[in-house]
């Protein structure tokens, strides 16, 4: 049973940082990635990367968010800096069995989800 679950969530005013990790357990895909939802917004891709270590940024936080992985660990991080209020939402950990892709639809499975929020 693939078990995803995030962590590092939380309030911080613009200008800050936050890190966020994600567990996964029993997940053996290759594609994990960072997605966001705003309230009355759709979920929107954040950042995905590969096993070979390449990445994908949304245009929106390219320059102001990091993706890792710690293979070992089977940890996904997100490390945002320099906020805006706009990147308030709830933001999930998903994997696909799939390939790289910045599509909801494409990832088979989600964690609950850490809402960050952003003051200005």
């Known amino acids: 049973q693939v078990q995803l679950v995030e962590s590092g969530g939380g309030s911080v005013q613009a200008g800050g940082s936050v890190r966020l990790s994600c567990v996964g357990s029993?997940?053996?895909?290759?594609?994990m990635g960072w997605f966001r939802q705003a309230p009355g917004k759709e979920r929107e891709e954040v950042a995905t990367?590969?096993?070979?270590?390449?990445?994908n940024y949304a245009d929106s936080v390219k320059g102001r968010y990091t993706i890792s992985k710690d293979n070992v660990k089977n940890t996904l991080f997100l490390q945002m800096n320099s906020l805006k209020a706009e990147d308030t939402a709830m933001y999930y950990c998903a994997g696909t069995s799939g390939g790289l892709s910045p599509y909801v639809d494409e990832y088979n499975y989600w964690g609950q989800g850490t809402q960050v929020t952003v003051s200005s």
């Open positions: 029993g997940y053996r895909g290759n594609c």
């Open positions: 990367i590969h096993g070979s270590g390449r990445t």
